[in-house]
């Protein structure tokens, strides 16, 4: 049966994908295998594929591919997360559309909307992943809300609660007004922004004895002024020393505050004081403590200004900052304004601007459990791929605060807390585990209600690798003792703190070991400017589009060709557009062999010759192929593949095996390649499987067995292999390119042949290689000689010298003309590196391998140009 002429991608991919999931390929039970383990890092609900889910997915998929195919017992558990913030803002918009404000509906008709949009959208990226190949055991496929997670969450936290080091407190936090929630540290983005600094005059109240009558403080945030509670002097200022002990009135509302003094003020920012808001800064808020100030917050959980700015109540904060200075300004209190540039930080989420904000909430005491996650690291039980993310985790896990669990949310584990009509609170599972507990401290149960607030989403994240096997619920479950610790985590490095951490930590507390073994960080997708790839700049292509128009296959090898671990990727179409080329020379390589017409009749000494050369290539590359993986350099282990297929086996095999033109081949050497090929399609699998799978089934190979899959083929083992034959192969190769530059130098036509004659003094046995240099470089007849013949043209290999005759093929004017250039080049090349040898501070202070390279420079000029001037004399 003949093969089609070209490759369609989309017919294999769908066949393929579908046969896999039907006879079970990626269905994962514990057995006595060897496991291998992924756990995906859930994508959120809200999620569609993007690029860097492609790239991330990608690499994982080649890692349990491999390990399948090594015989391992590969569980790769797919997922996906509640993502709070992000799917709480979704359906909120969902319900506004339809005219439905959240405020009017109940937690739980809230939570039936909720459910039934996760149930429409959440499952989208899963199945654009099954069109990405992805080979996950798609029955284990868990949901961060599900019931068992959940019930794992809260044990967890109660957990945690009665080991101390969980509590509730008031404290300033990140707040996001959009989300109208609180954030961890970690969730605020830090991002340099233009504003305008405000020089605003306070009226000093009963000035006297020649002291100022106002003070001037620059502020970014006029917004704030109405919240003021002091102004802050520095006590060694000679400028305020009359004031000391003075009062002050806000402006526009006339309010009196104290002026205070304290050394945190810097005298050269700005005018030297210091407006003090405890309500709205932090560090306003440790000053406002030391000094007993009172805390007024004016703003609405929303960003909007309350009852208590007196002025412009329910304005929004950046509306009111406007309106604020122009009031300032026509009371005659604004003195100045100028550009200023400063950090800001913005929610991760929403990247609405944070405002701190004073607020009861949920915290986890973070020191003593970051401490064993930081040494996991810091000992090698959990390797960082590539290590210089090591620094940047130890400055997070020795400077770590404490982390804000609670979200002011509806969607997500409800907080197990219960409050009595007295407002005192108990931490249990159940109500009346909690009714329970109050009455044993002799407390009123009555009207208990549940704590409002829900968990963090990473805090149910960070539990990911042991819930999914329900490790924490039964920790001496089948799949957890078999399955736990995972082997590799694939995840960004921009949630190393947020995730990673947390899942070491959780790891820790419940088992005592670590969730996985190695940590490979990928870098950020960009566009070829560098540019991040965002919807909002439009400089990131649809990778559902990009895979129908370039094969899946071709997008994976587009993806992995420049993705080195840690270093971003710098992405091209033309990266997929080389993966589709790669794909459609393999395709015509094999359509090549299944062309061939076999019979009984004996190899060529070039097919012989061809067949063991690339027997010792192959297991060559495969020793480097493996040292990339071990390595996780996944990159170039896909560029030594690809080397290995598209030049060695290619180019160079395929061209030497091939019998002449309508003639059969022999039966050994067609056997040879058969094998081969089957060599390839194994090791290439684990990146392009759809290719693969398509031509591991042609029946070139047989009739195989349903089971008798490349996706479960063993995987190539590196064999021994002669370095001297690779040595003298890679020679050959030199020879016949040197041929062919000649031609392309001299203009001659790759259909005539010439004569090569070869003077052989390195050892190497080139006789052997006579019929494959023949064929190669189309070489009428090699013959060995002593001498250099008269009349030829002659070029080095190493020590081996080769003569060709092109005089009845070339113009000799010409030639004379080109030799004279490049004995000029020569020359000056030799003059060059004559002078570093002679100068002795260099052949002093180089390192030897340097010097000792300029002398092989310097050697191998000599010899050309001593060639060329013979060719010179020969015309």
């Not at 039936?112 to 149930?119: D, G, N, Q, S």
Request: aromatic letters at 12%.
């Amino acid at each position: 049966m003949s093969i089609a002429k070209t490759y369609n991608p989309k017919d294999a991919e769908d066949k393929w994908y579908s046969y896999w999931m039907e006879k079970g390929f990626f269905r994962s039970v514990p057995d006595d295998r060897e496991p291998y383990t992924i756990v995906m890092p859930p994508p959120n609900v809200t999620g569609v594929l993007h690029m860097g889910h492609m790239l991330n997915n990608t690499l994982q998929d080649v890692l349990i591919r491999r390990a399948r195919m090594q015989g391992k017992n590969a569980c790769w558990v797919p997922g996906t997360d509640h993502a709070s913030i992000a799917t709480e803002a979704k359906v909120v918009a969902m319900l506004k559309e339809k005219g439905i404000n959240k405020k009017d509906l109940t937690r739980e008709q809230f939570l039936e909307y909720a459910w039934e949009w996760k149930e429409k959208y959440g499952g989208i990226i899963l199945k654009q992943l099954e069109k990405l190949g992805a080979s996950c055991d798609w029955e284990r496929t868990r949901f961060t809300m599900e019931a068992d997670l959940s019930e794992a969450v809260i044990d967890t936290f109660i957990r945690l609660y009665r080991k101390g080091y969980i509590y509730r407190g008031v404290r300033m936090v990140n707040w996001d007004p959009q989300g109208r929630t609180a954030l961890s540290d970690e969730e605020v983005i830090r991002k340099e922004v233009n504003q305008t600094l405000y020089y605003v005059r306070y009226a000093v109240k009963d000035a006297a004895n020649g002291a100022p009558s106002y003070l001037t403080v620059a502020t970014t945030r006029p917004e704030t002024i109405m919240a003021d509670t002091a102004v802050c002097i520095n006590p060694n200022d000679p400028r305020y020393t009359q004031l000391k002990g003075k009062t002050a009135l806000v402006p526009l509302i006339n309010r009196e505050i104290p002026i205070i003094e304290d050394e945190y003020v810097d005298m050269e920012f700005g005018t030297g004081c210091l407006k003090v808001t405890p309500a709205h800064d932090l560090n306003d808020y440790e000053l406002g403590q030391k000094h007993n100030l009172a805390i007024i917050d004016i703003l609405n959980d929303d960003g909007t200004l309350n009852e208590k700015a007196v002025i412009l109540v329910g304005e929004d904060r950046f509306k009111a900052r406007k309106a604020v200075a122009i009031l300032l300004e026509e009371a005659g209190q604004l003195e100045k304004t100028e550009p200023y540039k400063s950090q800001v930080g913005f929610s991760e989420r929403t990247d609405a601007a944070i405002e701190p904000k004073l607020s009861m909430q949920w915290f986890c005491r973070m020191q003593e459990l970051a401490k064993p996650a930081l040494d996991y690291v810091l000992n090698g039980e959990v390797k960082l791929i590539p290590d210089k993310f090591i620094n940047t985790y130890r400055h997070w896990m020795e400077n770590i605060k404490d982390w804000t669990i609670s979200r002011q949310l509806w969607w997500g584990q409800r907080i197990p807390a219960w409050y009595n009509a007295q407002n005192e609170w108990m931490v249990a599972k159940t109500e009346t585990e909690a009714a329970a507990l109050f009455a044993a401290e002799g407390k009123s149960a009555d009207g208990i209600r549940q704590e409002d607030d829900v968990l963090d989403t990473w805090f149910s994240s960070g539990l990911w690798p042991m819930s999914v096997f329900d490790g924490t619920r039964h920790p001496d479950n089948a799949d957890i003792r078999y399955y736990y610790p995972t082997n590799d985590l694939v995840t960004a490095p921009e949630i190393l703190f947020f995730w990673v951490a947390r899942m070491i930590i959780f790891g820790h507390e419940y088992t005592g070991k670590p969730p996985f073994e190695n940590v490979y960080l990928t870098g950020i997708v960009r566009d070829k400017l560098g540019r991040k790839m965002s919807k909002s700049l439009g400089n990131s292509p649809d990778p559902i589009e990009l895979m129908e128009q370039y094969g899946t296959d071709g997008v994976r090898v587009g993806m992995l060709l420049s993705s080195p671990a840690g270093n971003d990727l710098m992405f091209d179409v033309a990266y997929c557009e080389q993966g589709r080329n790669f794909a459609n020379k393999i395709w015509n390589a094999f359509r090549l062999v299944k062309g061939w017409e076999v019979a009984d009749i004996p190899a060529t000494s070039a097919q012989q010759e061809a067949a063991r050369w690339f027997g010792y290539r192959f297991n060559q590359a495969l020793t480097e192929i493996e040292d990339h993986f071990a390595a996780y350099r996944i990159s170039d282990a896909l560029m030594a593949t690809y080397k290995l297929i598209w030049d060695d086996f290619c180019a160079w095999y395929l061209e030497l095996a091939k019998p002449a033109y309508q003639q059969p081949i022999a039966r050994e050497a067609f056997e040879a390649t058969k094998g081969f090929f089957e060599s390839v399609l194994k090791l290439v699998h684990p990146f392009m499987p759809f290719i693969s799978e398509e031509l591991w089934h042609d029946e070139l190979f047989g009739v195989r067995a349903e089971h008798d899959c490349c996706i479960v083929a063993e995987y190539p083992r590196s064999g021994a292999f002669d370095e001297k034959l690779l040595a003298d192969f890679a020679a050959v190769q030199q020879v016949v390119s040197e041929i062919r530059n000649l031609r392309n130098t001299k203009q001659l036509s790759p259909k005539t042949a010439l004569p090569l004659a070869i003077h052989a003094t390195s050892g190497i046995d080139f006789s052997r290689y006579s019929e494959s240099i023949q064929k190669m470089a189309n070489v009428s007849a090699v013959d060995f000689v002593d001498q250099k013949p008269s009349g030829v043209t002659s070029f080095l290999v190493g020590k081996d010298e080769f003569y060709v005759d092109v005089a009845q093929n070339i113009d000799v004017e010409a030639e004379r003309e080109r030799i004279s250039k490049e004995l000029a080049y020569l020359e000056g090349f030799l003059k060059s590196v004559n002078a570093k040898l002679a100068n002795e501070r260099f052949v002093q202070n180089a390192k030897p391998e340097i010097v000792a390279n300029e002398r092989n420079k310097k050697a191998d000029a000599e010899a050309k140009i001593k060639l060329l001037n013979e060719q010179l004399l020969a015309f």
